[in-house]
């Protein structure tokens, strides 16, 4: 069984590359540097250089294999371009798609985001809620346009494809900085964070990343054809997420609530300085209108058909503290 992945490099990509070659799978993953990815050079891997915008090194990586696993995504914060968000995230989706299609690929299972479905301000959000508010920011409406486009080649060319929606993942990485959550947790346990997000009191979900690796294997092993699946974990607010933290970390901190209007200007002072400079901001305004709500998800329907495991919050918090103390203890030799 020959398998491509995009993305492969990236946190949860590494991740499942890892579980497909423990699974004996001959995988070729498209990557941009064949010399940063080596990391992933688990048995069985065969590196292809190429990106995702570019649909002739799609087709020679995916040349002879089954099914596809498409995880590569512009996810970041801000972009001086917000065009990047469109062409990676929707043009580079239809580019694997049109490969799929001509290489007559079996089964395809593609990362979105749990953020598509917005927050949930009118119940919980599951699989069948629509949208009732406006996107927040170029990658979730990206990511949502994107979806579209999966559901019309469903539609159109017949396509055995599903989407797999992770929440927020956290957790230990196969190689790479610590960034996201895990970031916040990282910079909690060192002494560099000590403000909840939003006023702290706002629901997020929360999905150990070996659990979205699994999940992305299950979808496509058990997934329904022109299905999505929320991959999520336990819902919790900041207050109890940072309580599970400084438990497992027997580190405690006094966290401080600053009133969102603070937090706004800081975000406009950092994308002000991203305009001038060109650094990537730590948040943009757009990012912290979000802090607002609550983002309760229900994991039910990917437990249900798929039987993806959920770690408890204070194991996977505990796993990462473990991790984060060895890569730190590591740099520091």
Request: glycine share 8%.
């Amino acid at each position: 069984m020959k398998i491509f992945v995009s993305g492969g490099t990236g946190s949860i990509g590494a991740h499942l590359i890892k579980m497909l070659s423990d699974q004996g799978a001959i995988i070729h993953a498209l990557v941009r540097s064949k010399d940063k990815a080596k990391h992933i050079l688990f048995d069985g891997v065969q590196l292809f250089e190429g990106d995702i915008l570019n649909p002739s090194s799609i087709e020679r990586a995916m040349q002879g294999c089954n099914k596809v696993y498409h995880l590569a995504a512009f996810a970041k914060v801000w972009s001086k371009d917000t065009g990047d968000f469109y062409s990676y995230n929707v043009q580079g989706t239809v580019n694997i798609l049109e490969s799929a299609l001509l290489n007559q690929i079996e089964k395809i299972v593609i990362t979105s985001t749990a953020g598509v479905y917005g927050p949930s301000i009118n119940g919980v959000v599951t699989e069948n809620k629509i949208r009732d508010i406006d996107l927040f920011n170029e990658y979730e409406g990206s990511k949502a346009m994107a979806e579209s486009v999966i559901k019309d080649y469903i539609i159109q060319h017949n396509m055995n494809v599903v989407i797999v929606s992770p929440t927020r993942v956290y957790g230990p990485f196969i190689f790479g900085k610590p960034s996201s959550v895990t970031l916040m947790i990282d910079k909690y346990v060192n002494g560099k964070w000590r403000i909840y997000p939003g006023t702290g009191k706002e629901l997020g979900n929360y999905i150990f990343i070996k659990d979205a690796a699994l999940g992305h294997l299950l979808a496509m092993e058990k997934g329904k054809k022109g299905s999505t699946y929320l991959l999520g974990g336990e819902n919790h607010d900041y207050v109890s997420f940072y309580k599970l933290l400084s438990e497992v970390s027997e580190i405690h901190r006094t966290m401080l609530s600053i009133p969102l209007w603070t937090q706004m200007l800081f975000s406009r002072s950092q994308l002000f300085l991203a305009k001038i400079v060109g650094k990537e901001p730590v948040i943009t305004p757009k990012w912290v209108s979000k802090a607002k709500y609550n983002w309760e998800v229900s994991p039910n329907k990917a437990q249900s058909e798929l039987g993806l495991p959920i770690t408890p919050l204070k194991e996977g918090l505990k796993e990462t503290v473990l991790w984060l103390r060895q890569i730190n203890n590591s740099s520091h030799k």
